[in-house]
């Protein structure tokens, strides 16, 4: 099944301001019509994110494997705390 071709984008239109994901040329997926604001940006920034990789579930899943896998030792500066351990907060 193809996709639409990305970057995807979010569209407020219709007289009751209705949110609609579509493609940079205004093409609207039946599928993507009357999502709430937040989760249509949410929706499109993963999509254009993860573009061009194939698998992404996989790619996600190998990300997570090397920050956990990440030494206790490397800090980012901020607080001492550890960078992996911030960045699989963030991933949560």
Not at 61 to 70: F, L, P, Q, S, Y
Request: charged share 30%; hydrophobic share 35%; with cysteine.
């Amino acid at each position: 099944m193809k996709h639409t071709s990305e970057p995807w984008v979010v569209y407020n239109a219709g007289d009751e301001g209705d949110t609609y994901i579509g493609d940079k040329e205004g093409h609207v997926s039946p599928i993507a019509e009357n999502f709430a604001e937040a989760d249509a940006f949410r929706v499109v920034t993963c999509v254009n994110a993860m573009a061009g990789i194939e698998d992404p579930a996989a790619f996600v899943k190998a990300v997570r494997e090397i920050i956990d896998g990440a030494s206790p030792s490397h800090t980012d500066g901020e607080d001492g705390k550890p960078i992996y351990r911030r960045l699989r907060e963030q991933s949560n």
